[in-house]
């Protein structure tokens, strides 16, 4: 085409002509030099929408009365924010599917608490990581804990379909125990396999150490037997095709929002509770759930629109001081549902410490009282965790305690820090120095984990009723009539923490 074009300009003779040739030239020219494909960052930025997959899970992604939620699904939706672009999540349950979709129609990228193993980099490319996990294998309690996978030989080991569990399993088999068999279930998330084992359905799973930490408390049968790998990379799954513009977006947004202290502050939030453990004590709360819980729901959910806070977190607060009896008492004189002080029931107009009703309304009062104290530069959820410490401790006490955190150069307005140096307001060389002198500082400490953990096991059981009255539901036949479905009308989702 130029050669032709050029040899028409060579045999034109008017100068006028040959200008207004060579002009279309150049424009030829600068359109084909500017016509290329735009990567993949410009065409999320261009379409103003990032796709993301993922599947429903505790420490993944789950939808409540708040709307959308979960860990994995707010790192991505902060990723999104700073492309200034909308999120549009695609949810699957299947694992292998989602690996496969990555790069799609469906999504950009994956994002499912995803293992970076070298099996799936051979097809994968992954950002940098964000956290890391082990494999671990879980059994019943009140069986014999097997030492190692020999002793699991002969029993029902299951798995999640497309896991990089079964990859694990399948090299061991290869090098070491070729008699190893197991079964791979299809189960939406790993939660499900808990409950099979917590329910004594299957003999062994291998799950998630994280995925086993935030569960636990739910399924308190469902022990750890030993981990099966060392811990490994958690990431963001991309396509090994196509460019790697979004990519290198990512890896540069994940290192600045762990720079910034930002990841750390959103992982406290789903996992910062999950040190705070015991069988018998989650045992004992699941069995109150079922008979005690259901007496007092209505008043948890009436009080908590009333005042514009989450019912479960109330229902948490309850349990943790007087385990849903209105005619508790303890050696100090506090008495009844939420275990108010004579003090502070005259403060809050209670006339019956007694009367469920009053106590649930004077605590939800005096709780938000308090938390009006906290400076407002001071955000969620780390706002409502010192809000506990100080409902149990006292303000005095936790204002002491941020004067400690920032004397040490940590941040005197997060709980994961101040949390450390609570337990010095017992020591005299430190209370000494402040004003409000001595308290017992590891109580509220204690506290507020034991809240979370509740809130947390309450959130989760709730939505596994869901799931189980849905899958309910699909299994009765078309033929029954309308109202022998009515008893399994789907229970409210509890609040995001």
Not at 32 to 59: H, Q
Not at 314 to 340: C, D, F
Not at 462 to 489: G, H, N, V, Y
């Amino acid at each position: 085409l130029f050669r032709s074009m050029n040899f028409v300009l060579i045999r034109m003779k008017r100068p006028l002509h040959r200008l207004a040739l060579m002009l279309v030239i150049g424009g030829l020219c600068l359109t084909l030099s500017t016509s290329r494909t735009a990567s993949t960052l410009e065409s999320v930025l261009d379409k103003g929408v990032l796709r993301v997959i993922s599947m429903v899970g505790p420490t993944i992604y789950f939808h409540d009365a708040r709307g959308d939620n979960g860990f994995e699904y707010l790192l991505a939706q902060q990723f999104a924010r700073q492309l200034n672009v909308q999120l549009d999540l695609t949810v699957m349950d299947d694992l292998a599917a989602i690996l496969n979709a990555a790069g799609g129609p469906k999504g950009h990228f994956a994002t499912a608490s995803l293992t970076a193993t070298k099996e799936r980099q051979q097809f994968l490319r992954f950002t940098e990581p964000y956290a890391t996990t082990h494999e671990t294998l879980i059994y019943r309690l009140g069986q014999r804990r097997p030492k190692d996978l020999r002793d699991v030989i002969g029993g029902r080991l299951i798995v999640l379909p497309g896991s990089s569990h079964i990859e694990r399993l399948k090299a061991l088999q290869r090098d070491e125990f070729p008699d190893l068999q197991w079964e791979a279930i299809a189960a939406s998330d790993m939660l499900e396999l808990m409950q099979m084992i917590h329910d004594g359905e299957a003999d062994y799973a291998v799950v998630d150490s994280s995925a086993f930490a935030v569960n636990r408390g739910l399924y308190p049968r469902a022990r750890r037997a030993f981990d099966l790998s060392q811990d490994e990379p958690i990431a963001w799954a991309f396509p090994a095709h196509g460019d790697d513009s979004l990519l290198k977006a990512a890896n540069r947004f994940l290192i600045s929002y762990a720079a910034s202290g930002d990841l750390q502050r959103l992982q406290d939030r789903f996992f910062g509770h999950t040190d705070n453990f015991s069988v018998g004590g989650s045992q004992l709360f699941r069995h109150r759930i079922e008979s005690r819980l259901s007496n007092y729901e209505a008043l948890f959910k009436t009080t908590a629109e009333q005042y514009q806070v989450d019912w479960q977190l109330l229902a948490a607060i309850a349990y943790q001081e007087s385990h849903w009896n209105p005619l508790a008492k303890s050696p100090t004189g506090v008495r009844g549902l939420m275990m108010l002080t004579l003090t502070t029931a005259k403060e809050m107009g209670v006339s019956n410490r007694l009367d469920a009703e009053q106590s649930l309304r004077g605590g939800t009062e005096y709780l938000l009282r308090v938390k009006k104290r906290i400076p407002k530069d001071i955000v969620e959820p780390d706002r409502t965790w010192l809000a506990l410490a100080a409902y149990n401790i006292g303000y005095g006490h936790l204002e002491d305690a941020r004067v400690l955190t920032e004397r040490h150069g940590d941040n005197p307005d997060r709980w994961q820090d101040i949390r450390k140096y609570l337990p010095l307001l017992q020591q005299k060389k430190y209370y000494s120095t402040l004003r409000h002198g001595f308290a017992r500082g590891r109580e509220p400490v204690q506290y507020v984990q034991n809240i979370r953990h509740f809130h947390s096991i309450l959130r989760w059981h709730d939505i596994e009723k869901e799931r189980i009255e849905k899958a309910q539901r699909k299994a009765i036949p078309e033929t029954l009539p309308a109202s022998s479905t009515s008893r399994l009308a789907p229970t409210s989702l509890p609040l995001s923490l």
